[in-house]
């Protein structure tokens, strides 16, 4: 199957600091990028869609000005959790559409001090 | 709304002791619906994709079935390296491509 990267796998910041996290889809190319978070022991929920070329579309109650999106490239995209508190310590996973298929990263695990 | 429910929440099976996990949602018009596997600490792996009622999808003990309310993952004689978290997802003609989650089934198989 298609294989879609995250990097980093794990990162710990301090509180008021900004993290960022990007997925690569490595064998194909993705106009379309999803960003999942993931609280212990729950499913996933999506957080917004990174299209390339244009601005992210964020769920409701995701703060678009803490969590910043950019589609850099149609093998990019990025996300930046600015002035991360604790409460944002999660399970950061990206996703990207292939065909009728959708592969995910290996996600990347954040905690907050 | 969308919504998947999945159950049981947590399935433990001895080696060799086949069982279903179940996956029930409603959707305004389905446009597929996944299996993934999850492991601890990991992203979701794609197991499969199902798209109408009647079509059955399999890949070694892994055996994956869709009706219109619901969809089945049966396990034959499993192994304890199929003990995962094994999620289901749906995908609705009005959201795109984004996949709506369920829970999560865990399934611990002992030797």
């Known amino acids: 199957g298609a294989v879609v990267s995250q990097h980093p796998s794990w990162v710990i910041c301090k509180s008021g600091t900004s993290v960022k996290i990007e997925c690569r889809s490595l064998?194909?190319?993705?106009?379309?990028m999803f960003w999942y978070r993931q609280f212990p022991k729950q499913s996933l929920m999506l957080m917004a869609t990174s299209n390339e070329g244009s601005k992210a579309t964020y769920e409701q109650g995701v703060e678009k000005d803490k969590f910043l999106i950019n589609h850099a490239s149609l093998t990019l995209s990025t996300l930046t959790v600015t002035s991360a508190h604790p409460e944002d310590s999660s399970f950061y996973i990206c996703?990207?559409?292939?065909?009728?298929?959708?592969?995910f990263g290996p996600g990347t695990r954040l905690t907050v001090t | 709304e969308d919504q998947v429910t999945q159950s049981p929440e947590a399935l433990r099976l001895q080696e060799g002791e086949s069982s279903s996990l179940n996956c029930s949602y409603t959707?305004?018009?389905?446009?597929?619906l996944f299996w993934y596997r999850q492991d601890p600490g990991k992203g979701p792996e794609f197991l499969f994709t199902l798209y109408s009622a009647g079509e059955e999808k399999e890949k070694e003990r892994l055996k994956a079935t869709l009706t219109k309310k619901e969809s089945f993952l049966h396990i034959t004689a499993p192994k304890p390296e199929d003990s995962a978290t094994y999620l289901c997802a749906v995908q609705a003609r009005q959201a795109g491509t984004a996949l709506i989650f369920g829970k999560g089934t865990t399934l611990s198989v002992s030797s």
């Open positions: 959707v305004s018009g389905l446009r597929g």
């Open positions: 996703s990207a559409p292939t065909g009728k298929e959708q592969y």
């Open positions: 064998d194909f190319q993705a106009t379309t």
